[in-house]
């Protein structure tokens, strides 16, 4: 199992006072470094919006040439803006692990239909030696590097906001089955589950790790918790959801919202380290 994970947020919703040489945007990248005896393996989970995370990293002293391979959570522009850019700069074959359905059309009215997907073809991808990997079922990155996979909808709180998407030709709801997370097993700590967005509910992606994993012990949840629009009654029923879970780290940032990571801190007292951009943690 993996001895030592550092993650480091090379772009987030915000940025310390202190980091003034970096950009804060609306999106989400981490650099994930997994330490087993004898051997590194380097996982950059989401790739931002466009035109910052090649400036942050240059500013981090970050080179990305040493990046393994790339996991995309979900289709959203946020997440996936500046791939092209990065792959150009790691500058060889690349795994790129992503839901099948993460090309999909990804539509919201704001109030005006909206494209809010990747703004890029798949060909794009392969053209610059990434190498797509595209799986409905949880897929291994690395030993014991793991996908969630498809996550199932459990909860009754946890909802999927209204998104939509083009399928068959019709106009229909986008209910997100492209939304994913990463598992990492630690040695006698547990699993450290890293979200994305949480588009299918934190709670429901945590309950997916440890059924792919069979693992019940939760070390670390760490990512955007989607929680910015919800309402007092959901913020409570997660932050409840996680305290049955007793993660020893909750670390949250982008799209959890300011009064939901008001309610976790309050919660988790020195247990919950919310990120920012150019922050780096070490499990």
């Known amino acids: 199992m993996i001895k030592k994970v550092k993650l480091t947020v090379l772009v987030e919703d915000s940025v310390?006072?202190?980091?003034?040489?970096?950009?804060?945007?609306?999106?989400l990248s981490f650099l994930i470094e997994c330490e087993t005896e004898g051997s590194r393996f380097y996982l950059l989970m989401d790739t931002g919006p466009s035109d910052v995370i090649l400036q942050n990293s240059n500013a981090m002293g970050i080179n990305l040439a040493k990046i393994d391979a790339i996991f995309l959570s979900h289709g959203h522009y946020d997440h996936t803006g500046e791939l092209?850019?990065?792959?150009?700069?790691?500058?060889?074959?690349?795994?790129?692990?992503?839901?099948?359905?993460?090309?999909?059309?990804?539509?919201?009215?704001?109030?005006?239909?909206?494209?809010?997907?990747?703004p890029f073809k798949p060909a794009e991808v392969e053209a610059h030696d990434g190498i797509l990997l595209l799986a409905q079922n949880s897929v291994k990155i690395a030993k014991d590097v793991i996908t969630?996979?498809?996550?199932?909808?459990?909860?009754?709180?946890?909802?999927?906001?209204?998104?939509?998407?083009?399928?068959?030709?019709?106009?229909?709801?986008?209910i997100m089955p492209d939304d994913q997370a990463l598992i990492i097993q630690m040695v006698k700590k547990g699993l450290v589950i890293v979200s994305g967005c949480a588009h299918s509910g934190i709670i429901n992606t945590v309950e997916k790790a440890q059924k792919v994993t069979d693992i019940d012990e939760i070390y670390a949840v760490l990512g955007g918790f989607h929680l910015?629009?919800?309402?007092?009654?959901?913020?409570?029923?997660?932050?409840?959801?996680?305290?049955?879970?007793?993660?020893?780290?909750?670390?949250?940032?982008?799209?959890t919202g300011s009064e939901a990571i008001q309610r976790l801190v309050e919660h988790f007292n020195g247990r919950c380290r919310p990120l920012k951009t150019g922050d780096t943690t070490v499990l």
């Open 84 to 118: 092209i850019d990065i792959l150009k700069s790691i500058n060889k074959r690349t795994p790129v692990i992503a839901h099948p359905k993460i090309f999909n059309p990804k539509l919201k009215l704001t109030p005006a239909v909206k494209s809010i997907g990747i």
């Open 228 to 255: 910015s629009r919800a309402n007092a009654k959901t913020i409570h029923s997660t932050v409840q959801g996680l305290s049955e879970i007793d993660p020893q780290i909750v670390a949250p940032c982008h799209c």
């Open 16 to 27: 310390r006072t202190t980091r003034r040489d970096l950009t804060a945007k609306h999106g």
């Open 148 to 174: 969630t996979g498809k996550i199932e909808r459990l909860t009754r709180f946890e909802k999927v906001e209204d998104y939509w998407t083009i399928e068959e030709e019709r106009f229909v709801k986008d």
